[in-house]
């Protein structure tokens, strides 16, 4: 074939030089894809001129690519209508980050109307955006029928005002992955965010650096139970503390899918992680727990840390910033004999472990506990008389309450207790030690429990007033903790 190429030349320089174009000639769909890049960014400079703003060479660069990287741009309301524009009808942008731009009432219009006419954006990025109240619910609004499967809306001030749009948002089917880590999140009108969460289709969530305790913890464990689709969950640095704890270990009990949990710096305290690990150790799914920066003491590590490898199925435990002792190296070398495990800590100090008697007694100290058990039974008496709650617990009409009226009593209110939270109630009401309460204890500890609540309202009110002082205070070497006068430091 090239022979007979070769006969319709003149010479061989000529067909040499025939070859040599057809190598640099371009393909059609090469020019094709030119043509439409220079098309667009052509609009793109036509748009430019009609706004009256100057062409951003970054966005130029980017026109024609799936990835359009537009955070920390500042791009303010004009920027971002000529760059939406010019995308509108771009079906190649599959992901698009507008993180730090200054949105105005007219940017989020632009931008929800780009929303609802784009059908291939796949992964949108509003960090730092300030996307509440209002703004929030329309972009939500806008997502219903996009196909976003990736959005990250950290840093963006979404608080429990915005907690029925949160709700709609985690219902969307096509959602896969959502971030709302520092946020300002806590604890209230989460109830309808946990029915939301049991039927969601998210893979992965991120609710780290909020607020969210309490209650809040609590109804986000609940729907997390019935959720079938969530593989990871973020919850660090919140303040689970203990009834986030009792929380998550029912949600482990019952969940059978998630295969990461990161519960970093959640005032996660030895009776919070006794409580959790009732729940790990009837999970067989969980193989990643991060319980970095958590108040762990040294000593206790052995028995609690050392409980969570052997009872589960964890492959991977991350404990940064908290130290431990040989015995739980020790542990940890064992369980590696049979399976893999790999574990991250601070440092090794030759610190002896506590007995399970001598743990058992310390973790029941009333101040290891985020909220009074005493405390919680007050408010769960509110404005009625004591003989009245005395008779709404008593089911059976024994007149005496048990420890079973009593768990039922919390699980009726929908708040989950451990059987420490019931020791302490019975132990404080119980006055003659027979394990029940007849109505005269029941009265007696009522006058008790609002005597002690009045002292703790005083003493949180003159705490308060001092916080104004908080830099004489540091200067005069006063510990915020007692405010009481450090004598040797301040010599």
Request: charge should be positive; hydrophobic fraction near 35%.
């Given at each position: ?374 405390n919680l039974l007050f408010m769960l008496k509110e404005k009625n008389r004591a003989q009245d709650f005395f008779n709404k617990i008593n089911r059976d009409g ?94």
């Amino acid at each position: 074939m090239e022979r007979k190429e070769c006969r319709l030349f003149r010479s061989d320089t000529a067909y040499l030089l025939y070859l040599h174009q057809q190598k640099i000639q371009p393909n059609k769909e090469e020019l094709k894809k030119k043509s439409e890049k220079e098309r667009r960014i052509q609009l793109y400079e036509e748009n430019c001129r009609r706004n009256g703003v100057f062409r951003l060479s970054r966005f130029s660069r980017q026109i024609g690519t799936s990835d359009v990287d537009m955070s920390n741009a500042c791009l303010n309301n004009v920027e971002l209508l000529t760059i939406l524009n010019t995308i509108k009808f771009d079906h190649t942008v599959r992901h698009l980050d507008l993180s730090g731009s200054i949105m105005c009432a007219q940017s989020y219009k632009h931008l929800c109307k780009f929303l609802r006419n784009n059908c291939s954006l796949l992964i949108l990025k509003l960090q730092n955006c300030f996307i509440q109240g209002e703004i929030f619910h329309a972009v939500t609004a806008s997502l219903r029928s996009s196909k976003v499967e990736f959005l990250d809306l950290g840093n963006n001030g979404v608080n429990d005002n915005d907690c029925e749009t949160l709700s709609i948002l985690l219902a969307m089917n096509t959602l896969k992955e959502l971030y709302l880590n520092h946020n300002r999140l806590e604890t209230r009108n989460f109830r309808q965010v946990g029915i939301s969460l049991a039927q969601s289709r998210l893979e992965i969530l991120d609710l780290s650096w909020n607020r969210i305790r309490l209650t809040g913890a609590i109804e986000i464990a609940r729907g997390i139970s019935r959720n079938t689709n969530l593989r990871s969950l973020n919850m660090s640095w919140n303040g689970f503390g203990f009834e986030g704890c009792v929380a998550l270990s029912e949600m482990l009990e019952a969940n059978n899918v998630l295969t990461e949990l990161n519960l970093m710096n959640n005032r996660i305290h030895p009776p919070a992680l006794i409580a959790l690990i009732r729940g790990l150790s009837r999970n067989s799914v969980l193989k990643i727990l991060n319980l970095s920066m958590n108040p762990i003491p040294v000593s206790y590590t052995c028995f609690l840390l050392g409980n969570i490898l052997k009872t589960s199925s964890i492959q991977e435990l991350i404990l940064k910033r908290i130290v431990v002792n040989n015995d739980f190296l020790d542990i940890v070398k064992n369980i590696q004999r049979t399976r893999h495990v790999h574990v991250e800590y601070d440092r090794c100090l030759p610190v002896p472990s506590l007995n399970q008697q001598t743990l058992s007694e310390e973790v029941r100290a009333p101040w290891l506990f985020n909220l009074d058990p005493l405390n919680l039974l007050f408010m769960l008496k509110e404005k009625n008389r004591a003989q009245d709650f005395f008779n709404k617990i008593n089911r059976d009409g024994d007149d005496v309450l048990s420890y079973q009226e009593f768990r039922e009593l919390f699980k009726k209110a929908g708040i989950p207790v451990s059987q420490l939270v019931l020791d302490k109630i019975i132990e404080f009401l119980d006055k003659n030690k027979d394990g029940n309460i007849d109505l005269s204890e029941f009265l007696d500890g009522d006058k008790r429990i609002k005597k002690i609540a009045r002292g703790q309202a005083k003493e949180t009110a003159r705490r308060e007033s001092y916080t104004k002082y908080s830099r004489s205070f540091r200067k005069a070497k006063i510990d915020p903790q007692t405010y009481r006068l450090d004598i040797e430091n301040s010599q």
